[in-house]
């Protein structure tokens, strides 16, 4: 294992920021700091192209970091990711300084310490940091580069407090993230004010603990029952139109069945009863069957013939049997028995 990857003991390197993802990363006024091994600052060339694990580029970034939130984030993530191998330390004004300088704080600086403590990119807080860097305090945390956006800070009396580092080659710049910031968050709160009122009077809150007069704790408790009533009346009219809706889908689904199940009629007593219909044939055939019975069957002209002894019939024993021929030969046939039945008579 290369040397540059043991500490003092002989013992492997970790991560200089290992510990800040198990434990919050530790105030520089509780680390133990040689201050007679010499320290030089490495150029921003000599940072760029990397430094031993022994030696990282210890970037400074500084802030208030009230109400912390996603930008403040952002900004210490640039910062940390400036060069290869980086050392965060950041510093986080109190609050006697900020509200002189700044503004009042809705986070007091204990719990602004424990916020950054606990952001994932930070190696080291500064308590009670300066407003304006000084070549001492520089010099006693070892800070090779400054890390800020790049507009003019304009604080105390001066145009741009970072102006000095600049000009000394020792400032980093980062990007603002866009949409978000503290005054943007406390201006959303402002202008909803009466809505957050509300909603802390109804988690339990005392009027007292949220400066709410007596006029408007019972106001805003007026506004609260108001709200639900329009709410249960929403809920009921969104209920109802769900009704009817459902009542619609099944009329439709209804008169969809309907207008099937008459198609499926129609169809079946046309097939039935239609002009081609079983009812038709059934007649046919019925009427086939009928005629069938009621007419005398004919023997089939394949089938063998059988002498049959002639049927009686009446004749007259003195006529001659001759077979007809034509109506003229049976009109005189007929003259023939005449005149034979009335010769016999005479005689």
Known sequence: MPRNCLDSDGEPLTHHNSWGLREPAPFSDELKVDYNKPYIRVTYEEA?????????????????????????????????????????????????????????????????????????????????????????????????????????????????????????????????????????IITRIVRDYDVYARRNLQRGYTAKEL??????????????????????????????????????????????????????????????FGPEGALKHMLKEGKGRMLQAISPKQSPSSSPTHDRSPSPSFRWPFTARTPPSSPASLSRNKSAVTYDISEDEED
């Open 211 to 272: 400066n709410v007069s007596f006029i408007n704790e019972k106001k805003y408790h007026l506004q609260e029952r108001v709200d639900k009533v329009k709410k249960r009346v929403k809920d009921v009219e969104e209920k109802s139109k769900e009704f009817v809706q459902k009542v619609e889908e099944k009329s439709i689904d209804l008169i969809q069945k309907w207008e099937e199940k008459s198609r499926e009629f129609i169809g079946n007593f046309l097939e039935m």
């Open 48 to 184: 760029l192209g990397g430094t031993p694990l022994d030696r990282p580029v210890r970037v400074y970034a500084d802030g208030i970091f009230d109400l912390f939130h996603s930008g403040h984030a952002r900004a210490l993530m640039q910062a940390k990711s400036l060069f290869p191998n980086t050392y965060l330390i950041v510093g986080v004004c109190s609050d006697e300084l900020t509200h002189n300088l700044k503004g009042f704080t809705v986070m007091n600086e204990n719990e602004r310490y424990d916020a950054v403590q606990h952001c994932r990119y930070v190696d080291e807080v500064v308590r009670n940091a300066p407003w304006t860097l000084t070549p001492e305090f520089l010099a006693e945390h070892r800070i090779d580069f400054v890390a800020h956006d790049d507009i003019p800070y304009s604080s105390a009396g001066s145009d741009d407090v970072y102006k000095h580092i600049k000009e000394a080659g020792m400032f980093a710049p980062t990007q603002r993230t866009e949409g978000i910031s503290t005054s943007d």
